[in-house]
């Protein structure tokens, strides 16, 4: 994965104007405009989003970037500075689901479909991207292709759509041109997120809040460790765990299962678990409390209690990890050693099943907290992990 060219911080005056030759020296004319979409790190409410639930993700400095131009005749070129293998032409008549394998630009190939789809006259671009959200790490690296070709074609087509409207769009290509049936965290806290807050948003009817989230002002600091195992949503357990989520509610006669609260789903565990299916109970159970610790955590925030937060952080990992089974070994590797060299509290982000942990920590721990980490990583003779601040950082933007 390209984290750009050494030295040249991604987004500044020198990424772009790299960008912009690599586009040039591509396609032979110059880019129209340069974009940018962050990765993103969830605080809190995870598994929620394909339950009407709520989450609290913040976008990463880390973007996607992307030098775009219109072409007259609705084809699709498409260029990634981080993977081998040239230009991706799709013509205008080939662009639908699974009509060819197009790997990568299956990702900004699929945004372009999805806004024509929706009656959007979205024409045909040459894309150069390049990337620095770390991939397979559970930091929305997929969310960040889609979600800056979405904001290029707006722009460039004069589409008028909102960012909400796009990450709409962005989830839908993800949905169906890709085939990952996520929910619609990842491509809206990519369109949505603003510097320096979380984003309160509510699954259901997509209402947004931010909140103010100052972790220098009180003396905190958020650490990513990403584990550096790999995942993949695509593997089905994420669709599994979906399906069980949809069953659950159903057998509680309710729409989703952010409709049930704690107090309720403990009073019903025998719609849930017949015999040798308290699987299905735990798995709702995670949803349940994990959208209360949402409430929770934005309620601390507001009342300016940040420091409180960490232990519903913790929570949500135990119940991730015991309720909803979506963990692995680094993941409670890095969440227990966070903790044991006290941390305020940690728990894995993202789909799971590898990826990254958040650790919230004050800065005068942060440095002791990463070295137990890595040094037990290095003990279990894990990969060392990658740790760095997580900096509440802008959603989606124009560069250039
Ligand atoms: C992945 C998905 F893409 C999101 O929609 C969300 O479900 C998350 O896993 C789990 O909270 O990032």
Known sequence: NGTGTAHTAPGSATDVTGLTGAFT????????????????????????????????????????????????????????????????????????????????????????????????????IDLHLRSAVPTGAGLSSSAALETVTALAVNDLYGLGLPPGELARLAQRAENDFVGV???????????????????????????RRQVPFDLAAEGLRLLVVDTRVSHDLADGAYAERRASCEEAARRLGVPALRDVTPEELAQAPGRLAGPGEETLFRR?????????????VVALLAAGDTHAVGPLLTAG??????????????????????????????????????????????EAAAVTVAEAVSAAFAAAGHRAPRIFPAVPSAGARRLA
């Open 25 to 124: 020296a591509l396609y032979g004319t110059a880019p129209e405009g340069v974009w940018a979409a962050p990765g993103r790190v969830n605080l809190i409410g995870e598994h929620t989003d394909y339950n009407d639930g709520f989450v609290l993700p913040l976008a990463l400095p880390h973007t996607a970037r992307a030098a775009v131009a219109r072409r007259a005749d609705g084809a699709l070129r498409l260029h990634s500075a981080d993977v081998p293998g040239g230009v991706v032409e799709v013509a205008a008549g080939e662009l639908a689901p699974g009509a060819r394998d197009l790997g990568w630009a299956a990702y900004p190939a699929g945004v372009v479909w999805a806004l024509r789809e929706a009656g959007h006259e979205a024409g045909g």
């Open 181 to 207: 049936p996520c929910g619609i965290m990842d491509q809206t806290a990519s369109a949505c997120c603003a510097e320096g807050h979380a984003l309160h948003l509510d699954t259901r009817d997509l209402t």
């Open 284 to 296: 709702a159970r995670h949803v349940v409390t994990e959208n209360r610790r949402v409430e929770e």
């Open 317 to 362: 990992h135990a119940s991730l990890r015991d309720d909803f089974e979506v963990s692995c070994a680094e993941l409670d590797l890095a969440v227990g050693t966070a903790c044991a060299a006290g941390a305020l509290g940690a728990r894995m982000t993202g789909g799971g099943f590898g990826g990254s942990a958040i650790v919230l920590v004050t």
